[in-house]
């Protein structure tokens, strides 16, 4: 049994140099355990199974489990037993069936398209804007996103709208979901291009750091002042409109460099201001504005604690990731798109197109591609179909890279079921796809932000 594997690097003898250090076995029964990773949460012990189910144990009655002599009338026993930890009374087929609903996402297939609109060559040609979109036709889900992605150039309301209605037409028949997205850095968007978005309900997500210091200190594209007025404007022309703000309400990117940690209430506030409902935080993990991953985790949970604070006040802003962890958490249920759950494999559900009909498995393969390394390219749509993409050597080797629950130190992570790594963002940072966790960033930020997550439902007793 892996448990007892795991475990047994405490009856090794410890050997550096000429001196050796004996260490004390801990006594385990694992015949009566089932599989579960675990590890040290605050002052207690947290144990996780492949089905995101969890619990917490001082540490001397996570000794008194291991060794099996857990009182077996108590409270923690009857969860543990519930929660899948004890192997009396474990129902294989119940865990089979939750361990599938949480790697529901592989079943849902290809579900996010994001279209460069332009970038410093120029803008997308309304021919390659059709061929991407008959590309995308050719994949098989019931249900998907286009994202269109603003790049450098000013958006052209003719295109956005080209795309939109084109995509309708193709749908007629088919009868599919699809939702539409513009990610924009909110320049150059005037009245004609507010108003399309909100007439075709093509949802705005955009770079809003919240806080005006960090925002303009963070090199975003726009700056605060100009970047709320947009909003605000946005907002006020859909109430004109009659969309109310549940209907319609612009989504805010929110970078997180070294700075925030100081700013997490002005941050709230801001976007409190601007009418912003729903949020998702990213770390700068890299150049002058990155943030230790420590610091990140110690962000979120004051952002947490600001959020409660705010919300208590019948304001409704959430961070879709830490809304959609704590629903989990709660319920063991996968909330939205969640994108922290093993396996996320990049270009599997999503994939992004350039203005040249370029096939990419993520945003950061194509401005890799873009700065002089094809290592990413699929393919372009001229040529390829979904079904050719989807069964490229390099998306398969995504997938093994991106399974959390092979690469070695993650499968007896405790957080492993609710983490996601990026093999192409590893690759950008080392040249190499896969994770290594004592060297990942990415991974030591997602798992900090886990942490603080957990620590806030138990202080909160989510």
């Known amino acids: 049994m892996i448990l007892q594997r795991v475990l047994h690097r405490f009856e090794d003898t410890v050997v550096k140099s000429d001196h050796s250090v004996m260490l004390t076995p801990i006594p385990v029964n694992a015949d009566k355990l089932t599989w579960f990773r675990f590890g040290k949460l605050g002052t207690k012990i947290v144990m996780t199974t492949d089905t995101g189910a969890w619990h917490t144990m001082e540490p001397d009655r996570f000794s008194t489990l291991l060794a099996g002599d857990i009182d077996e009338d108590g409270d923690d026993y009857a969860k543990l037993v519930r929660k899948g930890f004890i192997r009396n009374g474990f129902d294989a087929e119940v865990q089979a069936n939750q361990i599938r609903r949480t790697r529901q996402l592989l079943d849902t297939g290809l579900n996010h398209h994001r279209i460069q609109l332009s970038n410093d060559s120029g803008p997308l040609p309304m021919d390659q804007a059709k061929a991407i979109v008959d590309h995308i036709f050719t994949s098989t889900p019931e249900s998907f996103t286009i994202t269109l992605v603003q790049g450098p150039a000013e958006p052209d309301p003719s295109l956005v709208a080209f795309i939109h209605d084109f995509a309708e037409q193709k749908n007629q028949y088919e009868k599919r979901t699809i939702q539409y997205e513009f990610d924009s850095t909110l320049q150059g968007i005037d009245e004609a291009m507010r108003q399309l978005l909100i007439d075709k309900s093509i949802q705005m997500r955009a770079r809003f750091d919240g806080a005006a210091a960090l925002h303009d200190t963070q090199d975003a594209p726009v700056d605060y002042a100009s970047a709320l007025t947009t909003i605000q404007a946005i907002h006020t022309a859909a109430s004109a409109a009659g969309r109310t703000k549940r209907d319609y309400s612009v989504f805010a990117e929110v970078h997180v460099g070294r700075h925030a940690p100081d700013d997490v209430d002005a941050i709230v506030t801001g976007l409190v201001g601007a009418g ?23 962000f979120v949970r004051a952002l947490m604690t600001a959020l409660d604070a705010v919300n208590r006040e019948e304001v409704v802003l959430r961070e879709v990731t830490v809304d959609a962890m704590l629903a989990r958490l709660r319920t063991g249920d996968m909330a939205d798109r969640i994108v922290m759950s093993s396996a996320p494999s990049t270009g599997f559900n999503a994939r992004t197109y350039g203005t040249d009909g370029h096939i990419f498995p993520s945003e950061t393969a194509l401005q890799l591609h873009e700065n002089g390394d094809p290592m990413f390219l699929l393919g372009n749509v001229a040529t390829a179909s979904s079904e050719d993409i989807s069964n490229h050597a390099t998306i398969r080797s995504l997938m093994v890279a991106s399974m959390v629950d092979c690469m070695p130190g993650y499968q007896h992570l405790w957080s492993a079921p609710y983490i996601g790594i990026d093999p192409v963002a590893a690759y950008s940072l080392t040249g190499d796809i896969f994770t290594k966790m004592p060297t990942s960033l990415h991974h030591q930020a997602t798992h900090a932000m886990v942490e603080a997550i957990f620590l806030h439902a138990l202080e909160t007793k989510e």
Not at 290 to 297: E, H, K, Q, T, V
């Open 276 to 298: 912003i409902s729903d949020f998702k935080i990213t770390p700068v993990l890299a150049g002058d504005h990155a943030i230790a991953p420590a610091d990140y985790g110690r």
